[in-house]
């Protein structure tokens, strides 16, 4: 059973998220998908699992985690390639199969029991530079702008739900799991899962796919530096200065990826 400060942590983690996603879904409507694509990419899922390993279990378990996330991660980027591509022929059809596609790889990941942080970091390296190619050479994505919209707190608060309960989720598989399970949970694309079905409903498909290639460049660029920064940085500066280090690492990057996906 479930203690009652790890209940406390998990509702934290929900209010967090469902505040994260809400924000950035009023943000991409209005501001157009560059904006919101970076800031949906940016850490966030990755970046509470790690923490609340960390406050749950110790720093070594939060460490251990991030062993095999940049390859995880670079797994739900590759999500986001092949949402871009299938969504062609429908929304459903699109995150279907991006879903399955993850869920395959991901468990292929879980079962091949890497431990080794150069090998699965030089892994995603490698995959994010084939899906960083394939969304500036080969994929023709829509140009989609945002529009102001007014939004009641019910209407805000109606489509964090659904993504609070993915990053609680996720959050709970990574406390409950080993620290492979961990690292893979901590990479779940529960933020990026959730803003494509939002976004979906409010600016249809085609803007869900324009808004891929931002949450891509702003993945690479920011979660998987967050990811290595708090695996060098938890064991020496420790939890709190070690979070703190890494989003001030992450904001440049951040703003870097912007430009980039301009």
């Given at each position: 059973?479930?203690?009652?400060?790890?209940?406390?942590?998990?509702?934290?983690?929900?209010?967090?998220?469902a505040?994260?996603?809400?924000?950035?879904?009023?943000?991409a409507?209005?501001?157009?998908?560059?904006?919101?694509g970076v800031l949906g990419g940016f850490p966030s899922t990755g970046a509470f699992s790690f923490l609340f390993i960390a406050i749950n279990q110790s720093t070594e378990a939060a460490v251990?985690?991030?062993?095999?996330?940049?390859?995880?991660?670079?797994?739900?980027?590759?999500?986001?390639l092949s949402y871009a591509y299938f969504s062609k022929k429908g929304f459903k059809k699109g995150l279907s199969i991006s879903l399955l596609t993850w869920f395959i790889a991901s468990t292929l990941?879980?079962?091949?029991?890497?431990?080794?942080?150069?090998?699965?970091?030089?892994?995603?390296?490698?995959?994010?530079?084939?899906?960083?190619?394939?969304f500036t050479r080969k994929l023709k994505?829509?140009?989609?702008t945002g529009e102001r919209k007014n939004y009641g707190f019910s209407g805000v608060l109606l489509r964090g739900i659904g993504a609070g309960a993915l990053v609680s989720a996720s959050v709970l598989l990574s406390q409950i799991g080993s620290p492979l399970?961990?690292?893979?949970?901590?990479?779940?694309?529960?933020?990026?899962?959730?803003?494509?079905?939002?976004?979906?409903?409010?600016?249809?498909?085609?803007?869900?796919?324009s808004i891929t290639k931002p949450l891509v460049f702003s993945?690479?660029?920011?979660?998987?530096?967050?990811?290595?920064?708090?695996?060098?940085?938890?064991?020496?500066a420790g939890i709190w200065l070690g979070t703190l280090f890494s989003y001030m690492l992450a904001i440049p990057l951040a703003a870097l990826s912007y430009y980039i996906a301009k």
């Amino acid at each position: 059973m479930l203690d009652a400060l790890l209940l406390i942590r998990l509702v934290l983690a929900f209010a967090v998220g469902a505040i994260w996603v809400s924000a950035i879904t009023i943000i991409a409507d209005k501001k157009g998908p560059v904006v919101g694509g970076v800031l949906g990419g940016f850490p966030s899922t990755g970046a509470f699992s790690f923490l609340f390993i960390a406050i749950n279990q110790s720093t070594e378990a939060a460490v251990n985690a991030t062993i095999v996330f940049p390859l995880a991660f670079s797994i739900t980027n590759a999500f986001l390639l092949s949402y871009a591509y299938f969504s062609k022929k429908g929304f459903k059809k699109g995150l279907s199969i991006s879903l399955l596609t993850w869920f395959i790889a991901s468990t292929l990941i879980v079962a091949s029991n890497i431990q080794n942080y150069a090998i699965a970091l030089g892994s995603g390296a490698l995959i994010s530079i084939v899906i960083y190619h394939m969304f500036t050479r080969k994929l023709k994505l829509p140009n989609c702008t945002g529009e102001r919209k007014n939004y009641g707190f019910s209407g805000v608060l109606l489509r964090g739900i659904g993504a609070g309960a993915l990053v609680s989720a996720s959050v709970l598989l990574s406390q409950i799991g080993s620290p492979l399970l961990g690292g893979v949970a901590a990479a779940l694309p529960a933020v990026f899962t959730s803003t494509l079905i939002i976004l979906n409903k409010l600016k249809g498909t085609e803007f869900t796919r324009s808004i891929t290639k931002p949450l891509v460049f702003s993945g690479i660029f920011t979660v998987i530096p967050y990811s290595i920064t708090v695996h060098y940085l938890y064991p020496t500066a420790g939890i709190w200065l070690g979070t703190l280090f890494s989003y001030m690492l992450a904001i440049p990057l951040a703003a870097l990826s912007y430009y980039i996906a301009k």
